[in-house]
C-alpha cells in the first residue's frame, strides 16, 4: 500500500484558545467576574483551583494573569488576520459566559457581550475561518458560585440553558461546531477552576463531585438538543482531557490501575457519546454510598441526545501502579503520573509521546465510533527571542510533527474517523495549570511576561511557517 501523505479532504486544520487565558478586559461592557479571573499565579494557585482553598474576589497580594491576559479582546482582528495568514480552516475559541450573562441569572443577555462574539465570528468567515465554539472553557460566574454554589446546584441547568439557546439562536448561520464543556472530566481534578466547586470541612468532596458531574452531563444534553432544535446543521460535541494510562509493569494489577484511571475519564464520555451511565461507575457509587440526585427525566434526556463528535486534549500519555509502595510521581501535572523511562518530557515534566496519541486515537474510536476531534495538542516551552525578536522553536516543530504523524498512521493505517486537529495555545496565552505567560505554546510569540510586563507585540516565530506550509500542502510537506 503505497502511504498518503495528505490528510482526507476538508479535514479542519487550525488552532485553538480559550476566553480567559487571552481575552483580558474582565470589567468592561458590562462583563461581570468569574472563577476563572480569581485564580491568581502562584504557590496559592493549585489550593485554590481544586476547591481547597476559597477565592472569590481579587485580594491584596496577589497577581492575577487572567485580568489582561494578552488582551485579544482589543487585538482580535489583528490575531485572526494571522491565523488567516497560516491557513487556518477553523479557529476553535471560547465564550466568557459573564460577557453574555454577568451574573448568570439574569433573564436579558447583555448586548455589547453577543455583539463581540458576533463579529470576532464574521471576521473569521471573511477569511473562511469556521468558528468551533467552546460554551464554557472552565468558567463560571461568580455569583453563580457565591449564590447557588456552582455545580452543585440542580439551578445551574437552567442558567446553562440559557446561555446555550441565546448563543444558538444568535449565532445561527456563523456557528455550526460547538463543544459543551471544556475537558469536562477536569471536575475530578480542579474542581473550582472547571465546575465553581468549593468544599465544606467534613462534607463528601466525591459525591459533590459526581453530583455536579451529572448536573452537567445533563446539561451538555440539553445542549445537545436544544442546538439540532434550532439548526439540524449545528455538531456538538463532548471534550475530554485524553490521554492513555499505561501499566507500570505487566502486573496485572498494575494493568488494572491503568484501566481504572481510564475509566475515571471514560466515565464521562460514556454518557455523553452512549447515553447511559456505565455499570461500573453504578458498582462504584454503590460501594461508596455516592447517592446522586437525578430523575428519570435526566436519564431520559441523557439517552436521546448523545453528541455528534468526541473531541479530545491531548499532551501526554500517562502510567499508573497498583502498587502502593510505587509513587514516584511526574512534577506539574493535574493528572498523576508515574515516571516513563522510555519518554523524554517537557520543562514542565509532561512526557512526550507521540506514538501515545495514536494509542488514543483508537482506544476512543473503538469504544465510541464516533467522528473524533483533536481540539488541543501541544508543547507548553520557555521561547528566548533572539536579539531582533525572533524566535527559532524547533523543539515545538519537532513536537507536532511528530504528533501529526502518529494521527496519520491512526487515520490511514487504523482506519479512525478523524474531523480536525486544532493545536493548543496557537497564540501564546496565559497557562490554565499554573498561571504563567512563559510557558508558551503559539505560533505567534506575545511581549508579556509572568508578572504582566510587555508591548503585548506580536511576531511570528518559526513554527508560524512551518504550520502554514503544513496546511497548505493539507500535511503532505511532513514526510
Ligand atoms: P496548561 C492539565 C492537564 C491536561 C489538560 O495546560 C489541561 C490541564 C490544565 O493545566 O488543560 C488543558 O495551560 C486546558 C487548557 C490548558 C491546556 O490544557 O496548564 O483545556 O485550558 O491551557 C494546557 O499548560
Same mark, same amino acid.
Given at each position: ?42 504557590? !496559592? ?224 464520555? !460514556? ?111 520557555? !521561547? ?9 522553536? !524547533? ?85
Amino acid at each position: 500500500m503505497t502511504e498518503k501523505l495528505t490528510f482526507p479532504d476538508g479535514f479542519l486544520w487550525g488552532g485553538a484558545t480559550a476566553a480567559n487565558q487571552c481575552e483580558g478586559a474582565y470589567n468592561l461592557e458590562g462583563r461581570g467576574l468569574a472563577n476563572v479571573d480569581v485564580v491568581p499565579i502562584g504557590p !496559592d494557585r493549585e489550593a485554590i483551583i481544586t476547591g481547597q482553598k476559597k477565592m472569590f474576589s481579587f485580594e491584596e497580594g496577589y497577581f492575577y494573569p487572567a485580568k489582561q491576559a494578552i488582551d485579544m479582546y482589543h487585538h482580535y482582528k489583528e490575531d485572526i488576520a494571522l491565523f488567516a495568514e497560516m491557513g487556518f480552516k477553523t479557529y476553535r475559541l471560547s465564550i466568557a459566559w459573564t460577557r453574555i450573562f454577568p451574573k448568570g441569572d439574569e433573564t436579558v443577555p447583555n448586548e455589547a457581550g453577543l455583539a463581540f462574539y458576533e463579529d470576532l465570528f464574521k471576521e473569521c468567515h471573511k477569511y473562511g475561518i469556521q468558528p468551533l465554539v467552546t460554551i464554557t472553557h472552565f468558567d463560571c460566574p461568580m455569583h453563580l458560585i457565591t449564590e447557588y454554589g456552582g455545580w452543585r446546584n440542580r439551578r445551574m441547568l437552567d442558567f446553562y440553558e440559557k446561555l446555550c439557546r441565546t448563543l444558538f439562536t444568535r449565532y445561527k448561520g456563523l456557528v455550526k461546531y460547538w463543544l459543551t464543556f471544556n475537558e469536562i472530566n477536569m471536575i475530578l481534578h480542579a474542581p473550582f477552576m472547571g465546575a465553581g466547586l468549593c468544599f465544606e470541612e467534613g462534607e463528601n468532596q466525591e459525591l459533590v463531585k459526581y453530583q455536579a458531574a451529572h448536573y452537567e452531563l445533563v446539561a451538555s444534553a440539553l445542549a445537545t438538543k436544544i442546538a439540532h432544535e434550532i439548526d439540524p446543521e449545528n455538531k456538538v460535541g463532548c471534550m475530554l482531557a485524553a490521554g492513555q494510562y499505561y501499566p507500570n509493569t505487566a502486573h496485572p494489577r498494575d494493568y488494572w490501575a491503568a484501566m481504572e484511571e481510564d475509566r475515571k475519564s471514560y466515565f464521562f464520555i !460514556d454518557v455523553q457519546a452512549r447515553g447511559e451511565y456505565p455499570n461500573y461507575a453504578k458498582k462504584q457509587w454503590e460501594r461508596e454510598r455516592i447517592e446522586i440526585q437525578m430523575t428519570a427525566e435526566d436519564l431520559e434526556l441523557l439517552k436521546d441526545n448523545t453528541v455528534d463528535f468526541v473531541s479530545f486534549s491531548y499532551y501526554a500519555s500517562l502510567v499508573a501502579s497498583g502498587d502502593p509502595e510505587v509513587k514516584e510521581l511526574t512534577a506539574g501535572n493535574i493528572f498523576a503520573s508515574l515516571k516513563n523511562p522510555y519518554l523524554e518530557s517537557s520543562e514542565w515534566g509532561w512526557q512526550i509521546d507521540p506514538l501515545g496519541l495514536r494509542i488514543t486515537l483508537n482506544a476512543i474510536w473503538d469504544r465510541y465510533q464516533k467522528p473524533m476531534f483533536i481540539v488541543e495538542n501541544g508543547l507548553g516551552a520557555m !521561547d528566548t527571542p533572539d536579539e531582533n525578536g525572533h524566535v527559532a522553536d !524547533d523543539y515545538r516543530i519537532a513536537y507536532l510533527e511528530a504528533h501529526i504523524k502518529a494521527m496519520r498512521d491512526a487515520i490511514y493505517q487504523d482506519g479512525v474517523d478523524l474531523l480536525g486537529y486544532t493545536t493548543w495555545g496557537c497564540i501564546d496565552l496565559v497557562s490554565a495549570g499554573t498561571g504563567e505567560m512563559n510557558k508558551r505554546y503559539g505560533f505567534i510569540y506575545v511581549d508579556r511576561d509572568n508578572a504582566g510586563h510587555g508591548s503585548l507585540k506580536r511576531s511570528k516565530k518559526k513554527s508560524f511557517y512551518w504550520y502554514k506550509d503544513v496546511i497548505a500542502s493539507n500535511g503532505a510537506s511532513i514526510e
